[in-house]
């Protein structure tokens, strides 16, 4: 029996049943995730529309993560300069108000308090954000100052015999041993440590040798800002030594000078002013540098603050800008990949509708024989 074959017309109707298939499959994707495709081949002619506004993004976000990253440095540093400007200031109140009479009757306890605040400044100075040191330029690994007693050694102390002044000081070593015995004068004790070495304040060799760099934040393609502050900068220095030298020196009754009787062999035989003249003149002219010292540094350190405040604003606003453009790159990438989900559902409603209809035509076709049409 002869029949009419239908296999060039069903091999036609399963490729474009693949076809609609492969269409369905697409739609459904399209809905599933909001893009047209989920390769850049499909997007045609636009490809390189979204791979560049892509890359621009990429860069503007890293550009973004830089100025996040310095402005939270920053906002550190500025809080650890306000903590040393603010306990400094306790100890320019303390040594302000504690005169009464001309004397210091609680200097020991400004000296605690100051040995207390030294300590806390040198903590401060050698802050951290993870594992970088703040302070330190670009050698952020190295602490930037240490307390190594170097300066405590320059210093050193002075004691003397108070029973006898004629007889030599119980304790007298470095430049306070020297200035309470007569070796120096107390402007040479006061010019020795105004010029004290940064390797006795403990900084670190390459804070002392300059070679650390700068630190800079990265806020687009052709510009960055300097946000360094070292911790040897000068209004740092001088807060350092000022406490150093505080927490240091002798009392009022122990500094160097005569006695007012100078019969007297000892301060309990002495007339009035108590403690000696002399001893109080050498005492408030060194106590004077030290206050002037410190509220130098203080005034110093605002100026590093004002800088740091400067680069925040500046960076704030390159961060501001950079994210105008970082929307509008993925406003062109949206526009170039983002699917209408609206066209989408309606397209495949359109598409499950002629694939139904062409599995019952093929269907129908099938059972088509030459026999059955006779």
């Known amino acids: 029996?002869?029949?009419?074959?239908?296999?060039?017309?069903?091999?036609?109707?399963?490729?474009?049943?693949?076809?609609?298939?492969?269409?369905?499959?697409?739609?459904?994707?399209?809905?599933?995730?909001?893009?047209?495709?989920?390769?850049?081949?499909?997007?045609?002619?636009?490809?390189?529309?979204?791979?560049?506004?892509?890359?621009?993004?990429?860069?503007?976000?890293?550009?973004?993560?830089?100025?996040?990253?310095?402005?939270?440095?920053?906002?550190?540093?500025?809080?650890?300069?306000?903590?040393?400007?603010?306990?400094?200031?306790?100890?320019?109140?303390?040594?302000?108000?504690?005169?009464?009479?001309?004397?210091?009757?609680?200097?020991?306890?400004?000296?605690?308090?100051?040995?207390?605040?030294?300590?806390?400044?040198i903590d401060t100075i050698n802050a951290k954000d993870g594992e970088r040191y703040l302070f330190a330029g670009s050698d952020s690994s190295v602490k930037p100052i240490e307390d190594k007693g170097l300066f405590d050694s320059f210093l050193g102390e002075y004691?003397?015999?108070?029973?006898?002044?004629?007889?030599?000081?119980?304790?007298?070593?470095?430049?306070?041993?020297?200035?309470?015995?007569?070796?120096?004068?107390?402007?040479e004790f006061i010019d020795a440590f105004n010029a004290v070495n940064e390797n006795v304040l403990g900084y670190s060799q390459t804070l002392v040798s300059g070679t650390t760099g700068d630190v800079r934040v990265r806020v687009d393609e052709n510009s960055d800002f300097d946000y360094t502050v070292l911790a040897n900068t000068e209004g740092m220095k001088d807060?350092?030594?000022?406490?150093?030298?505080?927490?240091?020196?002798?009392?009022?009754?122990n500094s160097p000078g005569a006695l007012n009787d100078p019969l007297a062999?000892?301060?309990?035989?002495?007339?009035?002013?108590?403690?000696?003249?002399?001893?109080?003149?050498?005492?408030?002219?060194?106590?004077?540098?030290?206050?002037?010292?410190?509220?130098?540094?203080?005034?110093?350190?605002?100026?590093?603050?004002?800088?740091?405040?400067?680069?925040?604003?500046?960076?704030?606003?390159?961060k501001e800008n950079n994210e105008l453009q970082i929307n509008a790159f993925k406003s062109i990438i949206s526009e170039v990949e983002d699917a209408d989900i609206t066209e989408s559902v309606a397209a495949i409603q359109r598409v499950q509708l002629s694939l139904e209809t062409s599995f019952q035509v093929t269907a129908l076709i099938s059972d088509l024989t030459l026999a059955n049409f006779l």
């Open 239 to 253: 807060i350092i030594t000022a406490l150093g030298v505080l927490r240091a020196m002798p009392t009022p009754e």
């Open 159 to 187: 004691v003397p015999d108070n029973t006898n002044i004629a007889n030599p000081p119980l304790v007298a070593s470095g430049f306070i041993g020297d200035w309470g015995d007569g070796t120096i004068t107390t402007d």
């Open 1 to 121: 029996m002869t029949s009419i074959s239908t296999l060039g017309q069903a091999l036609d109707q399963i490729s474009r049943l693949k076809k609609q298939q492969y269409t369905l499959d697409d739609l459904s994707t399209q809905i599933a995730t909001g893009k047209k495709t989920q390769q850049f081949s499909g997007l045609g002619s636009d490809i390189l529309r979204s791979q560049r506004s892509r890359a621009n993004v990429d860069q503007l976000e890293q550009y973004s993560t830089n100025i996040i990253n310095a402005q939270r440095r920053i906002q550190l540093m500025t809080n650890s300069v306000q903590e040393v400007q603010a306990q400094a200031n306790t100890i320019v109140d303390s040594l302000t108000v504690a005169v009464q009479a001309g004397d210091y009757p609680d200097f020991e306890v400004i000296q605690r308090l100051a040995d207390d605040v030294y300590d806390y400044v």
């Open 265 to 318: 062999t000892r301060a309990a035989d002495d007339t009035p002013p108590f403690p000696a003249q002399e001893k109080q003149d050498n005492f408030f002219a060194v106590v004077q540098d030290v206050l002037k010292t410190l509220v130098g540094g203080i005034k110093k350190i605002e100026q590093e603050e004002y800088k740091l405040a400067l680069v925040e604003q500046q960076t704030n606003l390159v």
